[in-house]
């Protein structure tokens, strides 16, 4: 069966700390797809980035990266340089690619709650 | 903001009372997912529709019901309501049917259901 796993809670750093979130996954499948939403106070969920079970390459954008590992199966996320504004709810998903028009339903972890302090 | 739209925005209600949440994808987008956010269980995803069709179904309760329409705006249906409905409602949208090509789920801003 799918699960995604976000063993932190919650994490709190100050201003211009690196953090990073950990995300491990199970799934009996090769091909799936691994994603991070971020869900500010407000509410919101933000897309962050989609990676393939085939694409093993580290992701940087801007002070965000991620670092994925199937040896380990994680698919971890650093934020460099933390601000205020990365506060906010980070979730990790899983998805595994539609055969037969399957569909693609997103299993999620369970959130680590990021607080950022100035 | 994501171009998914969600109405309304807030919703109270009470208990075996029935309410339907609406959803309009991106433009440009064909599926249509359901998920529904909660204390207890966490992000659980509940049904999938693409091109007007059910594609995917998950943990939806036999209350629930969702349709997709031919202009691919979407509607959850939600009866007989309990306290343990009250939740946040997710809408997401993507180009494609699955998490492959063009798999990308953008959310809306969700529907808080409470129920009293």
């Known amino acids: 069966a799918q699960k995604v796993t976000q063993a932190q809670t919650e994490i709190s750093v100050v201003e211009k700390e690196d953090v990073t979130l950990d995300c491990v996954y199970e799934?009996?499948?090769?091909?799936?797809?691994l994603f991070w939403y971020k869900q500010p106070p407000s509410g919101e969920l933000v897309f962050l980035i989609r990676?393939?079970?085939?694409?093993?390459q580290n992701e940087i954008s801007g002070r965000y990266s991620w670092n994925f590992q199937k040896s380990t199966s994680s698919f971890n996320f650093t934020i460099t340089a933390s601000q205020v504004v990365d506060s906010a709810v980070y979730f990790c998903?899983?998805?595994?690619?539609?055969?037969?028009?399957?569909?693609?339903?997103?299993?999620f972890g369970q959130g680590t709650e990021l607080s950022v302090k100035p | 903001d994501s171009g998914v739209t969600q109405t309304p925005k807030h919703l109270i209600t009470a208990t075996g009372q029935r309410v339907t949440l609406r959803c309009s994808p991106r433009?440009?987008?064909?599926?249509v997912y359901w998920y529904q956010q909660s204390l207890d269980q966490g992000l659980q995803f509940l049904i999938q529709?693409?091109?007007?069709?059910?594609?995917a179904k998950g943990n939806i309760l036999e209350r629930f019901s969702a349709q997709q329409f031919p202009d691919l705006h979407s509607e959850l249906n939600l009866s007989s309501l309990e306290l343990g409905d009250s939740a946040l409602y997710f809408c997401?949208?993507?180009?494609?049917?699955?998490?492959?090509?063009?798999?990308?789920?953008?959310f809306g801003p969700g529907t808080r259901l409470t129920v009293t």
């Open positions: 799934t009996r499948d090769t091909t799936y797809y």
């Open positions: 990676r393939n079970s085939f694409d093993e």
């Open positions: 433009s440009g987008d064909l599926s």
């Open positions: 529709y693409y091109n007007g069709e059910e594609r």
């Open positions: 997401a949208s993507s180009v494609g049917q699955g998490a492959g090509l063009l798999g990308e789920q953008y």
């Open positions: 998903a899983l998805s595994e690619v539609p055969i037969y028009n399957q569909g693609g339903k997103l299993i």
